[in-house]
Nanobody, 124 residues
Framework: QVQLVESGGGLVQAGGSLRLSCAAS????????MAWFRQAPGKEREFVAA????????YYADSVKGRFTISRDNAKSTVYLQMNSLKPEDTAVYHC?????????????????WGQGTQVTVSS
């Protein structure tokens, strides 16, 4: 049983920063790519960023490029999301996930394990 626990969310003013963390535990047979997705009320879950096991490759949604940075610490089985220059449209519940298939990295269906999420609210 794999568990993912996110933390670091909160309320911040536009232009501010937050750092999200996602700790993985349990029977982790093989961790490959890990990612962050977000879901705002009434909207579909959308891809934010992903990072491969080695950390050599990262992927970002166009809406967060240049503002967000994903990183990981494999010794701690933890992935991070540094979010700078936050905008009100970044408000959402942020979920981390572990990729389990060869489907597109940006597709939610490619991920089998999900955390409960952490709320990020950006005020204008």
């Amino acid at each position: 049983q794999v568990q993912l626990v996110e933390s670091g969310g909160g309320l911040v003013q536009a232009g501010g920063s937050l750092r999200l963390s996602c700790a993985a535990s349990g029977r982790i047979m093989s961790i490959t790519t890990m990612a962050w997705f977000r879901q705002a009320p009434g909207k579909e879950r959308e891809f934010v960023a992903a990072i491969t096991w080695s950390g050599d490759n990262t992927y970002y949604a166009d809406s967060v490029k240049g503002r967000f940075t994903i990183s990981r610490d494999n010794a701690k089985s933890t992935v991070y999301l540094q979010m700078n220059s936050l905008k009100p449209e970044d408000t959402a519940v942020y979920h981390c996930a572990i990729k389990s298939s060869f489907r597109s990295t940006m597709t939610p269906s490619a991920y089998a394990y999900w955390g409960q999420g952490t709320q990020v609210t950006v005020s204008s």
